[in-house]
């Protein structure tokens, strides 16, 4: 891989693809994406770095439980969400009637529920999901800049 972030929906997608493909040759455990945390802050400065230390740094304004990730490994996507992003996360997998809910934890010591939804599509529609997670799921706006953290 040559590039690790995008801010566009296409080039986004497109970055997703690449790292779907650098994770599945380089035979790697799993690939994580996760949101810039500047785009999670309202009327944040594009000009102004945020340090994501915890929510009274912040004011308040992330999300309940910290800067959105996606990870996708062997035919599996995984997410954290609360419940109430739970219910947008149940309504954008209608739309993609090839992924499924595979398993769902709550675990006692952290806030929200973990998501395992099978994936068993091809890279671009793949793509198209994560993005839609982003989007749909976490509410972020459609420049927001996403970037692979691990592959």
Known sequence: MTRFDAAEPAARRKLYVDAITA????????LTLEADGNDLRENADPEEPVELESEEETNGDLPELGVPWVQFGDGMINVDCTDEELDVLKTVLGEFPAFKIDELNRPEEADGVNVRISAKADPNRIAQFIDDIFREVYDLPSAFRAWVVEV
Do not use: L, T, V
Request: aromatic content about 12%; cysteine-free.
């Open 23 to 30: 994770h599945r040759e380089r035979g790697s455990g799993f």
